[in-house]
């Protein structure tokens, strides 16, 4: 069952949608909570496109721990971090792996590497988020995202002058 994102929750600017959960190694259920994410940036009144791109972010770094870290073991857990609020977005997805060394990953835009399947999900990540950090160990990654476009007021919001 997906919860809703009560707008009267989010009338205090100071407050926050977060949520912390250790879920499978599987993509279906992370898809359904970078849906909750997606939905508690709308209740947020992000634009569609920083919706999307922080979508496309989280689904890069879930596959990455699912796929790379806890390479598709079935009975592996991946812990998830998400917090949102008028004006950020940040995620930390630790898995169960060994690690890698994310400076070694190449450039995906390297002449050698332009026609190579995959290997994109870390550029992307860099692309689409204002920041991208890994852990010592190399399983873990935090991103964020500043807000860049403010929400239109809707006409009965705006003051009378």
Not at 2 to 30: F, G, H, M, Y
Not at 111 to 124: A, D, K, N, S, T
Not at 148 to 154: A, D, F, M, V, Y
Request: with cysteine.
């Amino acid at each position: 069952m997906q919860k809703r994102i009560s707008p009267q929750c989010l009338a205090d600017e100071s407050a926050a949608w977060s949520t912390v959960r250790t879920i499978p190694n599987s993509r279906t259920v992370a898809i359904d909570l970078v849906g909750e994410l997606a939905e508690a940036m709308h209740a947020y009144r992000w634009a569609k496109d920083e919706i999307e791109q922080v979508r496309l972010a989280f689904t890069e770094a879930s596959t990455n721990a699912i796929v790379h870290g806890n390479r598709n073991e079935r009975n592996a857990t991946i812990e998830v971090r998400l917090l949102c609020n008028q004006d950020r977005v940040e995620i930390k997805i630790t898995d169960q792996g060994l690690g890698f060394d994310p400076t070694q990953v190449p450039d995906p835009r390297s002449p050698e590497h332009l026609h190579v399947p995959g290997g994109r999900g870390v550029f992307l990540m860099r692309e689409l988020m204002c920041e991208v950090v890994y852990g010592d160990r190399g399983n873990e990654v935090t991103m964020k995202k500043r807000r860049t476009q403010r929400p239109k007021k809707k006409a009965w919001m705006r003051q009378a002058t």
